[in-house]
């Protein structure tokens, strides 16, 4: 029997889960007319579509999971459907990550101002540097993913009431989940480069722009500003994802405080759900369009 404390946090995570999935759906159909309109699909547009898909499928795998372990652990003590979670949860989050690297970089050649050589080609050559940047992590896999396997073979869970094995010692467990995530590391370390090229980009725009008595209110830094301010925000939504992440593995070790677990999952859907609204209010023609679907219940 759940507490009121367990039910309230089950209730936002559900409510985080609905609007995280209407939000990320919003931006990937807006995207997807915005398309079919066009008859051409730009770079943006694409990463846009592929990070609400994911993330979609991210909430609905976190939730899921959550709900399970919460309500009905016994199903994770027969059959391979936890192996089968895991193996989804580290594709789907991997590719999320992937894409919002890729919006990284995408606002960082598109709105930094740089006159080093290697900046303006590849900034004349953005289509080709993200494609590359896939191929990156597609390389990685190939080395990371079959150890991954073998690791997953490794250990075994095996669910009681409130009783769970392991075969391998928790600096080994810590040890794997690191290795599960060096591909997320290796991308939020390249949106925290994206985020400190844009702020010094910034800084030397704003310099050039008092030097020039022209002031500092011009589109460029307004660019600068949005670009960064979702950079940032993915940033930090990231690390609380991260910390939700570790409250719930953590968890194993305390499997009757299932309050503690629930917060991790609470805390880990605030970044699938809270950075896709962020992205509306970032993006002029997501906003727009978003405003028009709020306009009937404003009159």
Not at 10 to 18: D, L, R, Y
Not at 68 to 86: A, H, T
């Amino acid at each position: 029997m759940l507490s009121i404390a367990e039910g309230l946090l089950i209730f936002i995570a559900v409510g985080e889960s609905i609007l995280g999935v209407l939000g990320n759906g919003f931006i990937g159909l807006v995207n997807c007319i915005d398309c079919v309109k066009n008859k051409k699909f730009s770079v943006i547009d694409l990463i846009l579509i592929g990070l609400a898909t994911s993330r979609i499928f991210l909430i609905w795998i976190i939730i899921t999971d959550g709900f399970i372990k919460i309500l009905s652990p016994y199903m994770y003590s027969s059959g391979n459907l936890n192996e089968y979670i895991s193996y989804s949860w580290i594709i789907i989050n991997h590719l999320s990550i992937w894409f919002v690297s890729s919006l990284s970089i995408f606002y960082f050649l598109k709105i930094a101002n740089f006159s080093h050589h290697i900046f303006l080609w590849l900034k004349h050559r953005i289509n080709r540097v993200l494609p590359l940047l896939m191929g990156f992590m597609l390389i990685s896999w190939l080395f990371i993913f079959p150890q991954i396997v073998k690791i997953m073979n490794k250990y075994e869970i095996n669910n009681g009431n409130t009783t769970r094995h392991r075969n391998i010692s928790k600096s080994e467990y810590i040890a794997y989940h690191i290795l599960f995530n060096l591909g997320v590391i290796f991308l939020f370390t390249l949106c925290l480069i994206s985020c400190l090229l844009l702020i010094i980009s910034l800084w030397r725009h704003n310099r050039n722009m008092q030097s020039s008595a022209r002031g500092v209110g011009d589109p460029s830094t307004e660019a600068h500003v949005r670009a960064m301010k979702v950079l940032i925000s993915f940033i930090i939504l990231l690390i609380l994802h991260f910390i939700g992440i570790a409250i719930e593995i953590a968890c194993f070790s305390v499997p009757e405080n299932k309050s503690l677990f629930i917060f991790g999952m609470v805390t880990a859907i605030i970044y699938p759900c809270g950075h896709s609204f962020l992205l509306i209010l970032g993006n002029s023609k997501l906003k727009q369009a978003f405003l028009k679907v709020l306009r009937p219940f404003n009159s």
